[in-house]
C-alpha cells in the first residue's frame, strides 16, 4: 500500500464499511466477483479498496513464492518454519495482481508499513513481513492476496444499491479459516441466510 499507508481509516458509525466483509450477492453481473467474499481494508469519498478472501490462487504454493522473490535460498526452503507452509495465497482482486499484500493479524506490526484496520486486522504489503513469515517471527495468523479489489469514488455505494452486495462483520475465521470453499456460505449465515435462499433474479427494494 502506498497511498493508503497514510490514510485514516474512518470505521465504526461512519457509513464506511472498513473492516466489514461485502457478500456478493447472486445478482452481481461481473463474473470475476461471483460468490465472493471481500474484507474491506479502506473505504472513503474517495473510493475503496477490499482483498477477496475465499479465491485461491491455482497452483501457488507460499513457499514456492518465497524462493521466487528471493526471500530464501531455493537449498533453504525445507528450513522454513511449519508456520510458513500454512499461509494461503489468494486472488485478491483484479487490480495490481502482481503484487502481494498480506492481512495479518495484529501481533506484526512494521512503522510505516503495517496498516492498522480493525478489530487486530492488519495489512502489510512490503516484503519485510515475508521475510519476518520466512524466519520464524512473523503474525500468528496471514493470507497473502495477488492482487485486490477496488472502487472508484461513489462505485462501491452504486453496486450496492443495485444489490450487488452485503456486508457483515468480519471476523478471523472468515479471514484465515482453513476452508476457503466454505467461507461465503458462513458468511451468509452470519446475516441469518441460509445459503440458496437468495435468488439471482431477486428484485430491488
Known amino acids: 500500500m502506498t497511498a493508503s499507508q497514510n490514510h485514516t481509516i474512518e470505521g465504526g458509525g461512519s457509513g464506511f464499511l472498513d473492516g466489514q466483509m461485502l457478500i456478493a450477492m447472486p445478482t452481481m453481473r461481473d463474473e470475476q466477483f461471483a460468490r465472493t467474499l471481500v474484507y474491506m481494508c479502506a473505504h472513503s469519498p474517495e473510493g475503496a479498496m477490499g482483498i477477496v478472501v475465499n479465491q485461491p490462487a491455482s497452483h501457488i504454493d507460499f513457499t514456492d513464492l518465497l524462493v521466487q522473490l528471493d526471500v530464501v535460498p531455493a537449498a533453504e526452503r525445507i528450513l522454513l518454519p511449519k508456520s510458513a507452509g500454512t499461509v494461503k495465497v489468494l486472488r485478491g482482486g483484479p487490480v495490481e495482481t502482481g503484487r502481494g499484500f498480506v492481512l495479518h493479524s495484529a501481533d506484526y506490526f512494521v512503522e510505516n508499513s503495517t496498516l492498522t484496520i480493525d478489530d487486530g486486522i492488519c495489512l502489510t504489503a512490503t516484503l519485510d513481513i515475508l521475510k519476518a513469515i520466512a524466519g520464524g517471527r512473523g503474525p500468528r495468523s ?64
Open 142 to 205: 496471514a493470507v497473502l492476496a495477488l492482487g485486490y479489489a477496488g472502487w472508484a469514488p461513489g462505485q462501491l455505494e452504486t453496486e450496492i444499491q443495485a444489490n450487488g452486495w452485503l456486508n457483515c462483520p468480519a471476523d478471523p475465521d472468515l479471514i484465515f479459516g482453513a476452508g476457503v470453499e466454505t467461507k461465503y456460505d458462513n458468511a451468509l449465515r452470519k446475516l441469518g441466510i441460509v445459503p440458496g435462499m437468495l435468488s439471482s433474479d431477486a428484485g430491488h427494494a
